[in-house]
Protein backbone atom coordinates (compact mmCIF):
# COMPACT_ATOMS: atom_id res chain seq x y z
CA UNK A 1 0.00 0.00 0.00
CA UNK A 2 1.25 3.52 -0.60
CA UNK A 3 1.72 6.59 2.18
CA UNK A 4 -1.26 8.56 0.08
CA UNK A 5 -3.48 9.25 2.60
CA UNK A 6 -7.41 9.56 2.51
CA UNK A 7 -8.88 12.78 3.46
CA UNK A 8 -13.07 11.32 4.33
CA UNK A 9 -15.54 13.13 4.20
CA UNK A 10 -17.07 11.78 7.73
CA UNK A 11 -19.79 13.53 7.69
CA UNK A 12 -21.82 11.65 5.14
CA UNK A 13 -20.59 8.47 6.37
CA UNK A 14 -22.22 9.73 9.55
CA UNK A 15 -25.16 10.74 8.01
CA UNK A 16 -25.43 7.08 6.04
CA UNK A 17 -24.84 5.10 9.06
CA UNK A 18 -27.09 7.14 11.43
CA UNK A 19 -30.13 6.41 8.33
CA UNK A 20 -29.40 2.87 8.17
CA UNK A 21 -29.31 2.13 11.70
CA UNK A 22 -33.23 4.03 12.11
CA UNK A 23 -36.01 1.67 12.09
CA UNK A 24 -39.62 2.83 12.54
CA UNK A 25 -41.51 0.34 14.72
CA UNK A 26 -45.56 0.33 15.30
CA UNK A 27 -46.93 -0.84 18.45
CA UNK A 28 -50.80 -0.36 17.83
CA UNK A 29 -52.83 1.24 15.03
CA UNK A 30 -51.48 4.60 15.99
CA UNK A 31 -48.54 4.56 18.01
CA UNK A 32 -44.99 4.85 15.90
CA UNK A 33 -41.48 5.05 17.58
CA UNK A 34 -38.23 5.18 16.05
CA UNK A 35 -35.25 3.16 16.96
CA UNK A 36 -31.70 3.35 15.98
CA UNK A 37 -29.10 0.90 16.57
CA UNK A 38 -25.69 2.50 17.44
CA UNK A 39 -24.04 -0.90 17.12
CA UNK A 40 -25.62 -1.07 13.27
CA UNK A 41 -24.29 2.26 12.89
CA UNK A 42 -20.64 2.00 14.22
CA UNK A 43 -20.17 -1.18 11.87
CA UNK A 44 -21.30 0.89 8.77
CA UNK A 45 -18.54 3.41 9.29
CA UNK A 46 -16.05 1.47 10.25
CA UNK A 47 -16.79 -0.97 6.93
CA UNK A 48 -16.99 2.07 4.65
CA UNK A 49 -13.45 2.90 5.67
CA UNK A 50 -12.05 -0.49 5.37
CA UNK A 51 -13.66 -0.14 1.62
CA UNK A 52 -12.09 2.81 0.79
CA UNK A 53 -8.94 1.53 2.32
CA UNK A 54 -9.13 -1.56 -0.53
CA UNK A 55 -10.38 0.30 -3.21
CA UNK A 56 -7.94 2.96 -2.99
CA UNK A 57 -5.06 0.77 -2.02
CA UNK A 58 -4.21 3.52 1.00
CA UNK A 59 -3.98 2.27 5.13
CA UNK A 60 -3.74 6.11 6.39
CA UNK A 61 -6.73 7.86 6.34
CA UNK A 62 -7.76 11.20 8.30
CA UNK A 63 -12.07 11.54 8.80
CA UNK A 64 -12.89 15.06 8.45
CA UNK A 65 -16.53 16.50 10.42
CA UNK A 66 -18.35 19.79 10.39
CA UNK A 67 -19.11 21.90 13.28
CA UNK A 68 -22.45 23.04 13.99
CA UNK A 69 -21.20 26.29 13.93
CA UNK A 70 -20.47 27.76 10.55
CA UNK A 71 -18.70 31.02 9.33
CA UNK A 72 -20.81 31.39 6.11
CA UNK A 73 -24.07 31.79 8.26
CA UNK A 74 -22.41 34.68 9.59
CA UNK A 75 -21.42 36.05 6.29
CA UNK A 76 -24.85 35.00 4.73
CA UNK A 77 -27.61 34.17 7.22
CA UNK A 78 -29.58 32.04 4.32
CA UNK A 79 -26.73 29.85 3.78
CA UNK A 80 -28.32 26.33 3.99
CA UNK A 81 -31.06 27.63 5.95
CA UNK A 82 -33.95 25.76 3.65
CA UNK A 83 -32.52 22.62 6.14
CA UNK A 84 -33.43 24.14 9.17
CA UNK A 85 -37.15 21.76 8.57
CA UNK A 86 -35.28 18.79 8.14
CA UNK A 87 -35.71 16.08 10.27
CA UNK A 88 -32.34 14.63 10.95
CA UNK A 89 -31.62 10.97 11.88
CA UNK A 90 -31.50 10.66 16.00
CA UNK A 91 -28.41 9.50 16.46
CA UNK A 92 -26.48 11.39 13.73
CA UNK A 93 -24.83 13.64 16.86
CA UNK A 94 -23.76 10.96 18.60
CA UNK A 95 -22.27 8.86 15.43
CA UNK A 96 -20.13 11.91 14.83
CA UNK A 97 -19.41 12.42 18.60
CA UNK A 98 -18.47 8.68 18.55
CA UNK A 99 -15.79 9.20 15.27
CA UNK A 100 -14.01 12.42 17.33
CA UNK A 101 -13.71 9.73 20.00
CA UNK A 102 -12.94 6.44 19.01
CA UNK A 103 -11.57 7.07 15.29
CA UNK A 104 -9.88 10.67 15.94
CA UNK A 105 -12.09 12.36 13.48
CA UNK A 106 -11.20 16.01 13.50
CA UNK A 107 -13.75 18.56 13.59
CA UNK A 108 -11.75 22.59 13.53
CA UNK A 109 -14.73 25.33 15.03
CA UNK A 110 -16.96 27.22 12.78
CA UNK A 111 -15.83 24.79 9.48
CA UNK A 112 -17.56 22.49 7.44
CA UNK A 113 -15.85 18.96 6.75
CA UNK A 114 -15.25 20.38 3.09
CA UNK A 115 -13.16 23.37 4.24
CA UNK A 116 -11.14 20.50 6.17
CA UNK A 117 -10.65 18.59 4.12
CA UNK A 118 -9.49 21.17 1.32
CA UNK A 119 -7.08 22.41 3.57
CA UNK A 120 -5.64 19.73 4.44
CA UNK A 121 -5.55 18.80 0.65
CA UNK A 122 -3.44 22.14 -0.34
CA UNK A 123 -1.29 21.79 2.80
CA UNK A 124 -0.10 18.39 3.16
CA UNK A 125 3.29 17.31 1.94
CA UNK A 126 2.10 13.88 0.81
CA UNK A 127 -0.10 12.72 -1.33
CA UNK A 128 -3.80 13.31 -0.54
CA UNK A 129 -6.96 11.18 -1.89
CA UNK A 130 -9.91 13.47 -1.45
CA UNK A 131 -13.06 10.43 -0.62
CA UNK A 132 -16.74 12.21 -0.78
CA UNK A 133 -19.55 12.53 -2.95
CA UNK A 134 -19.71 16.19 -3.12
CA UNK A 135 -18.92 17.47 -6.25
CA UNK A 136 -17.38 21.25 -4.62
CA UNK A 137 -14.08 18.51 -4.39
CA UNK A 138 -13.67 19.79 -8.16
CA UNK A 139 -12.81 23.36 -7.04
CA UNK A 140 -10.06 21.74 -4.99
CA UNK A 141 -6.59 20.99 -7.08
CA UNK A 142 -5.67 16.98 -6.27
CA UNK A 143 -7.03 13.63 -6.46
CA UNK A 144 -10.90 13.48 -5.53
CA UNK A 145 -12.69 9.93 -5.76
CA UNK A 146 -16.52 10.58 -6.12
CA UNK A 147 -17.26 6.79 -4.19
CA UNK A 148 -20.85 7.00 -5.43
CA UNK A 149 -20.08 7.42 -8.71
CA UNK A 150 -17.09 5.89 -8.82
CA UNK A 151 -15.16 8.73 -10.63
CA UNK A 152 -11.94 9.90 -10.33
CA UNK A 153 -11.10 13.90 -10.61
CA UNK A 154 -7.73 15.10 -10.96
CA UNK A 155 -8.27 18.98 -11.41
CA UNK A 156 -5.07 21.21 -11.64
CA UNK A 157 -5.07 24.33 -9.92
CA UNK A 158 -6.29 26.65 -13.07
CA UNK A 159 -9.39 23.58 -13.24
CA UNK A 160 -10.09 23.62 -9.86
CA UNK A 161 -10.29 27.45 -9.96
CA UNK A 162 -12.38 27.70 -13.26
CA UNK A 163 -14.80 25.29 -11.55
CA UNK A 164 -15.07 27.37 -8.44
CA UNK A 165 -16.34 30.46 -10.53
CA UNK A 166 -18.63 28.03 -12.42
CA UNK A 167 -20.64 27.87 -9.47
CA UNK A 168 -20.10 31.16 -8.38
CA UNK A 169 -21.99 32.14 -11.54
CA UNK A 170 -24.64 28.27 -11.04
CA UNK A 171 -24.69 28.84 -7.18
CA UNK A 172 -26.16 25.59 -5.34
CA UNK A 173 -29.59 25.23 -4.35
CA UNK A 174 -29.26 22.51 -1.94
CA UNK A 175 -26.63 25.00 -0.13
CA UNK A 176 -29.42 28.33 -0.29
CA UNK A 177 -27.53 30.15 -2.80
CA UNK A 178 -28.58 31.30 -6.07
CA UNK A 179 -25.78 32.61 -8.25
CA UNK A 180 -27.02 34.30 -11.20
CA UNK A 181 -30.91 33.69 -11.99
CA UNK A 182 -31.73 31.04 -15.00
CA UNK A 183 -27.39 30.09 -15.52
CA UNK A 184 -26.86 27.11 -15.12
CA UNK A 185 -23.43 24.53 -15.81
CA UNK A 186 -23.62 24.52 -19.40
CA UNK A 187 -24.68 28.31 -19.54
CA UNK A 188 -22.02 29.36 -17.26
CA UNK A 189 -19.24 27.45 -18.73
CA UNK A 190 -19.96 28.21 -22.22
CA UNK A 191 -19.91 32.06 -21.02
CA UNK A 192 -16.69 31.50 -19.39
CA UNK A 193 -15.29 29.67 -22.17
CA UNK A 194 -15.98 32.60 -24.59
CA UNK A 195 -15.32 35.66 -21.98
CA UNK A 196 -12.52 34.08 -20.31
CA UNK A 197 -12.19 32.38 -16.86
CA UNK A 198 -11.90 35.63 -15.22
CA UNK A 199 -14.03 37.82 -12.11
CA UNK A 200 -14.46 40.33 -14.47
CA UNK A 201 -16.58 37.93 -16.60
CA UNK A 202 -18.15 37.00 -13.62
CA UNK A 203 -19.12 40.30 -12.41
CA UNK A 204 -20.13 41.47 -15.87
CA UNK A 205 -22.43 38.95 -15.62
CA UNK A 206 -24.36 39.69 -12.51
CA UNK A 207 -24.95 43.33 -13.24
CA UNK A 208 -26.38 42.27 -16.69
CA UNK A 209 -28.99 40.39 -15.03
CA UNK A 210 -29.44 43.63 -12.63
CA UNK A 211 -27.42 42.36 -8.95
CA UNK A 212 -24.47 43.98 -8.01
CA UNK A 213 -20.43 42.77 -7.63
CA UNK A 214 -21.52 42.43 -4.35
CA UNK A 215 -23.96 39.53 -4.69
CA UNK A 216 -21.07 37.96 -6.93
CA UNK A 217 -18.52 37.78 -4.15
CA UNK A 218 -20.94 36.57 -1.61
CA UNK A 219 -22.01 33.55 -4.13
CA UNK A 220 -18.29 32.74 -4.79
CA UNK A 221 -17.47 33.32 -0.55
CA UNK A 222 -20.20 30.38 -0.13
CA UNK A 223 -18.57 28.48 -3.74
CA UNK A 224 -15.13 28.54 -2.67
CA UNK A 225 -13.75 25.93 -0.30
CA UNK A 226 -11.24 27.33 2.55
CA UNK A 227 -7.67 26.52 1.06
CA UNK A 228 -4.48 26.37 3.28
CA UNK A 229 -3.76 30.03 2.37
CA UNK A 230 -6.69 31.13 3.67
CA UNK A 231 -6.50 29.16 7.28
CA UNK A 232 -4.05 29.17 10.01
CA UNK A 233 -3.66 25.40 11.05
CA UNK A 234 -1.75 26.10 14.06
CA UNK A 235 -4.17 29.25 15.55
CA UNK A 236 -7.72 27.52 13.98
CA UNK A 237 -8.68 30.53 12.89
CA UNK A 238 -9.19 32.36 9.22
CA UNK A 239 -6.59 34.24 7.89
CA UNK A 240 -8.46 35.40 4.82
CA UNK A 241 -11.24 34.92 2.64
CA UNK A 242 -10.43 34.34 -1.27
CA UNK A 243 -10.88 37.29 -3.30
CA UNK A 244 -10.42 38.41 -7.18
CA UNK A 245 -7.13 38.77 -8.21
CA UNK A 246 -5.73 42.52 -9.05
CA UNK A 247 -8.90 43.75 -8.75
CA UNK A 248 -10.02 46.78 -6.21
CA UNK A 249 -13.36 48.15 -7.00
CA UNK A 250 -15.40 50.24 -4.17
CA UNK A 251 -17.99 47.21 -4.03
CA UNK A 252 -15.51 44.65 -3.69
CA UNK A 253 -13.39 47.19 -1.23
CA UNK A 254 -17.17 47.49 0.94
CA UNK A 255 -17.59 43.27 0.72
CA UNK A 256 -14.32 42.87 2.01
CA UNK A 257 -15.23 44.81 5.05
CA UNK A 258 -18.21 42.64 6.19
CA UNK A 259 -15.76 39.21 4.87
CA UNK A 260 -13.47 40.43 8.23
CA UNK A 261 -16.02 39.53 10.34
CA UNK A 262 -15.34 36.20 10.16
CA UNK A 263 -11.54 36.34 10.51
CA UNK A 264 -9.35 35.53 13.56
CA UNK A 265 -11.33 34.19 16.95
CA UNK A 266 -14.53 34.09 16.85
CA UNK A 267 -17.27 34.20 19.26
CA UNK A 268 -18.50 30.26 19.89
CA UNK A 269 -21.81 31.49 20.95
CA UNK A 270 -22.67 34.00 18.46
CA UNK A 271 -25.99 32.69 16.92
CA UNK A 272 -25.37 34.30 13.64
CA UNK A 273 -23.23 31.50 13.11
CA UNK A 274 -25.94 28.32 13.77
CA UNK A 275 -28.78 27.27 11.75
CA UNK A 276 -31.83 28.81 12.64
CA UNK A 277 -34.17 25.60 13.03
CA UNK A 278 -37.80 26.46 13.81
CA UNK A 279 -38.06 24.19 16.24
CA UNK A 280 -34.87 24.92 18.44
CA UNK A 281 -35.58 25.59 22.02
CA UNK A 282 -35.16 29.67 22.98
CA UNK A 283 -34.51 30.74 26.31
CA UNK A 284 -38.33 31.91 26.91
CA UNK A 285 -39.31 27.82 26.30
CA UNK A 286 -36.47 27.10 28.92
CA UNK A 287 -37.54 29.32 31.30
CA UNK A 288 -41.37 28.71 30.93
CA UNK A 289 -40.62 25.45 31.17
CA UNK A 290 -39.56 25.36 34.55
CA UNK A 291 -43.08 26.38 35.98
CA UNK A 292 -44.15 23.22 34.71
CA UNK A 293 -41.50 20.92 36.43
CA UNK A 294 -43.38 20.33 39.23
CA UNK A 295 -46.69 18.63 37.53
CA UNK A 296 -44.96 17.06 34.62
CA UNK A 297 -42.67 15.02 36.96
CA UNK A 298 -45.62 14.45 39.47
CA UNK A 299 -47.20 10.87 39.70
CA UNK A 300 -50.39 9.75 38.12
CA UNK A 301 -52.38 9.87 41.06
CA UNK A 302 -51.35 13.78 42.03
CA UNK A 303 -53.38 14.87 38.88
Known amino acids: MSKTTLLIDADVLAFEASVVAEESIQWKEELWTVHADMALAKARVINRIEEFKDTLRCKDYI ?156 NAWMARLLRSENYNIETKTIEKLWTPKNYQTKDILNSLQRGRSVMGTMDGDDPALYLRSPYAVSQKDLKLAESFTETTTGSKDSH
Not at 153 to 169: G, K, M, R, V
Not at 199 to 208: L, P
Request: charged share 30%; glycine share 6%.
Open 63 to 218: LCLSDRANFRRKLYPDYKANRSKSRLPIILRQVKQWIIDELGGLLWANLEADDVISILATSMEEETIIVSIDKDFKSVPGIFFDYNKGEYHQPSLEEADNFHLIQTLTGDSTDGFSGVPKVGAVTAKRLLDKEGYTWETVAKCYKDAGLTEQDALM
